[in-house]
């Protein structure tokens, strides 16, 4: 399986909403043409940041199909799942692969506590009810369950399983990741955007990074630094981004992303409740950082 194209910079890309909290199409082919004009390498439909939990499975169809549509073509488009059944993320999955999409990333189940044959189980009749590439998604802190590099070890002999998202803020974690599947064409992506530089240094292959919504051209320039040999600028324009990233505990998770959308003129509506809005002190912080930054 060729997966030479799994590289570079991902945004998670956030689901634009209107007031009945539905998929609102044009906004949505709006950010499209936003990130890619930063020069992004790949878009995430359905991550995290796209608030996959708080769409029903017509919408996230709806969601998928008009980014991909949208896209055309002009970089591969990865679906991503977080249901916590595998009978669930077995359909999505399928549903994916009959959408076009290029790849799949899946979370482990949220809630749940399963054991590490479960969740190897879980992963693995997933990965085989398509034929699509996909990514294993790390982020302990959200779903309280963590892919530990052991758990890794096996889940890379599963044919289709050919990379990972790490989310996990652990520098060791992700270094094993890396460490442990160098041999075995895994692909591993930072997942937290203060640590797209240090992950790139050890091996990482590029970054899924909610940030990239917000200023993409800043993100594919740590990137494309670093590939070209310019460490110093790649660690200034890491620097630069951060506290647009230490920013995102002014509000609920994942509300600063779509205030800063906002903020910038990229309209993408309100977060889908329980989520509200950042205060006014908050979103005035918020929008010092972004004046700072030039992103306003």
């Given at each position: ?257 779509k205030e800063a959308m906002n903020l910038i003129g990229v309209p993408v509506g309100a977060s889908i409740l329980p989520n509200t809005a950042a205060s006014e002190a908050n979103r005035n912080k918020l929008k010092n950082i972004l004046q700072d930054m030039?992103?306003?």
């Amino acid at each position: 399986m060729d997966t030479t194209w799994i590289r570079g910079v991902i945004p998670p890309m956030v689901t634009p909403v209107d007031e009945n909290e539905l998929v609102d199409e044009q906004g949505l082919r709006a950010v499209v043409e936003h990130v890619l004009g930063g020069g992004v390498h790949g878009i995430l439909s359905l991550g995290s940041n796209g608030e996959f939990y708080g769409l029903d499975r017509e919408q996230q169809e709806i969601a998928v199909r008009a980014t991909i549509d949208q896209v055309d073509g002009r970089v591969p488009v990865y679906m991503g799942i977080g249901a916590i059944t595998t009978k669930e993320c077995v359909t999505l999955a399928r549903m994916g692969e009959a959408l076009g999409a290029q790849a799949l990333t899946i979370l482990p189940p949220m809630f749940l506590t399963p054991t590490e044959e479960e969740l190897y189980q879980h992963f693995r009749k997933i990965a085989e009810a398509a034929s699509l590439p996909v990514l294993l998604y790390n982020n302990p802190d959200r779903v309280g369950n963590n892919i530990s590099a052991n758990l890794l070890e096996r889940l890379v002999d599963i044919p289709n399983i050919v990379g990972m998202k790490d989310s996990s803020g652990d520098m060791t974690l992700t270094a094993e990741y890396i460490r442990r599947t160098r041999s075995k064409d895994f692909k591993v992506m930072a997942g937290r955007d203060v640590m797209i530089l240090a992950s790139l240094v050890y091996g990482a292959v590029g970054c899924v990074a909610s940030t990239a919504n917000i200023v993409p051209a800043l993100v594919v320039e740590i990137y494309e630094k670093y590939l070209n040999g310019d460490v110093q600028g790649a660690l200034e324009a890491q620097f630069k981004l951060a506290p647009l990233r230490m920013a995102f505990n002014l509000a609920s998770f994942p509300v600063v992303t779509k205030e800063a959308m906002n903020l910038i003129g990229v309209p993408v509506g309100a977060s889908i409740l329980p989520n509200t809005a950042a205060s006014e002190a908050n979103r005035n912080k918020l929008k010092n950082i972004l004046q700072d930054m030039g992103a306003l």
